[in-house]
């Protein structure tokens, strides 16, 4: 039975591969795809993608155009992220960022490069903290970068997006001493709408960090062995503790590992939102 159902997937890939490979010059062409829709007419819309352990997040600016920062593993990448690219039919990158150079970010590179056209590709070293951008018509804040640090985590590209008072903070994988470093630079920039868990929360954690971002919503990118860190199982929860004691706007964890690709999508501060949903199978290819 279970040689059969794996036969049956296996062929199903193999059917959705051809398919795109025969429409893959329409996906370039394409200036409106499924994915610009989803949620309805938002202008900025952050998919982050369920890959294990690692990160890869797609942004919808509200210019139209596409980003893509990291890529997972290259086993997720090929799994997760390219099916989801070609599902919702988006041939062109803009952009192709990586964070840093860990191998759970910068899964299939080259191959992303080349099959999606990328036209811009920017990493850590491209930024210094502090340095704000009109990005596509969001308001991009360099959070830490390259310069910050000598470790590869934590000199890890960190940002925040602002679209009309929304909000979202990308933590990268930056320790606590990083978050330190940013509260002691930008004290201002701290509080959040959404913030994406530094380092997938295996790695540690300043709880007066996450206390000070206060936001609604936080979204960790992680497999199963989050529930054995120390970051998790106790420093978050510390944090939580406090953000609720003091009355904060925390009101949903999202760990992808239990509600898969999660969606935030934006038009302001009076108008966001964030849905999730788990990659179908036949897209995604086995669990390992």
């Keep these: ?56 997040t797609l942004l919808i600016l509200p210019s139209g155009r596409v980003a893509l920062v990291d890529s997972a593993k290259d086993e997720w990448c090929e799994r997760r992220v390219i099916p989801f690219l070609e599902r919702h039919q988006i041939g062109e990158l803009a952009y192709y960022i990586n964070t840093h150079y860990h191998e759970d970010h910068v899964g299939q590179r080259e ?58 903070t990308h933590g990268a994988d930056v320790y606590a001493s990083g978050q330190r470093r940013i509260a002691e630079r930008f004290p201002a920039l701290l509080t959040t709408d959404v913030y994406r868990a530094n380092h997938h929360f295996h790695g540690s954690v300043d709880i007066d960090y996450l206390v000070a971002a206060d936001p609604e919503v936080i979204i960790v990118s992680a497999q199963e062995a989050v529930y054995q860190r120390v970051a998790y199982t106790h420093d978050f929860l510390e944090a939580v503790r406090r953000i609720r004691q003091a ?26 939102g964030v849905s999730t949903a788990a990659p179908r199978v036949a897209f995604a290819g086995l669990y390992p």
């Excluded at 959705?16 to 370039?28: F, I, K, M, N, R």
């Excluded at 062409?29 to 309805?40: E, K, S, Y």
């Excluded at 308001?139 to 009309?164: C, G, K, P």
Aim: aromatic share 10%.
């Design 111 to 168: 191959r992303l490069l080349k099959q999606f056209h990328v036209k811009e590709v920017w990493d850590y070293r491209n930024f210094e903290a502090g340095q704000v951008l009109d990005f596509e018509g969001v308001r991009l804040t360099i959070l830490n970068a390259y310069a910050d640090a000598e470790d590869e985590n934590d000199r890890s590209l960190a940002f925040r997006l602002e679209l009309d008072g929304f909000s979202y």
């Design 247 to 272: 009355g904060g706007r925390l009101r949903d964890v999202c760990l992808t590992l239990e509600r898969g690709n999660v969606l935030v999508y934006a038009n302001g501060s009076e108008d966001w």
């Design 1 to 56: 039975m279970a040689l059969k159902l794996f036969k049956r997937l296996r062929a199903l890939r193999r059917e959705s591969s051809q398919e795109t490979a025969a429409c893959e010059l329409a996906h370039v062409q394409q200036t409106v795809d499924p994915l610009r829709h989803a949620g309805g007419p938002y202008r900025l819309k952050v998919v982050c993608l369920d890959v294990d352990h690692g990160d890869s």
